[in-house]
């Protein structure tokens, strides 16, 4: 009898739609609105408020989506290794997934040293003013590129699971292994 990985899925789909749309509505919603707080020095603490209540759960959602994802890899091994093309989607996945992760952790690292700054002047959460100091303009900066490179990343992530459904079809299946029988020409 096969075994069913519905609860790994899900776990995996839940965990990437969640990374994706907190980033996405961070950088759009709540970096920007930030901006209507008539005190600049208020605007980092209130960006900063909301990104500390979201990292408990994108943290959840993405330790949703590794496990989630060593299960289902764990259940196609034999696919993996037999199947033409999918060892090479699943690295190109690990890749993506490690870029991703490594691009939520360094804006973080960057989101803590501007909460830790204190009520500093700035423009919304990721824009600084001329009178920002000099080492928060620096992280905001970088988290202005961070905030639109983490959902891409997430959302690579999001077409490359889905080219992996593709290859589980039975003809992309049936092909694959066909390919992989086949003599090198």
Do not use: C
């Not at 020095?41 to 959840?60: C, H, I, L, Y």
């Amino acid at each position: 009898m096969e075994k069913d990985n519905t609860l790994a899925r899900a776990a995996h789909d839940l965990g990437l739609a969640a990374w994706f749309g907190g980033s996405l509505m961070g950088a759009i919603g709540l970096n920007g609105a930030s901006k209507a707080v008539s005190d600049p020095k208020q605007r980092a603490r209130v960006a900063n408020a909301g990104w500390e209540r979201w990292t408990p759960a994108n943290m959840a959602a993405i330790g949703s989506y590794l496990v989630g994802g060593a299960v289902l890899t764990a259940a196609n091994k034999g696919r993996i290794a037999g199947q033409k093309g999918v060892a090479s989607t699943s690295l190109v996945k690990a890749g993506l997934t490690a870029m991703s992760l490594g691009a939520t952790a360094y804006a973080r690292a960057l989101g803590q040293k501007v909460i830790e700054s204190g009520d500093v002047p700035v423009e919304d959460g990721t824009t600084p003013t001329g009178a920002t100091p000099e080492d928060v303009a620096r992280s905001q900066k970088q988290l202005k590129i961070l905030q639109w490179a983490i959902p891409a990343h997430v959302a690579a992530l999001i077409a490359i699971s889905s080219k992996m459904g593709e290859q589980q079809r039975p003809a992309s299946v049936t092909q694959g292994i066909r390919k992989r029988l086949q003599p090198a020409a």
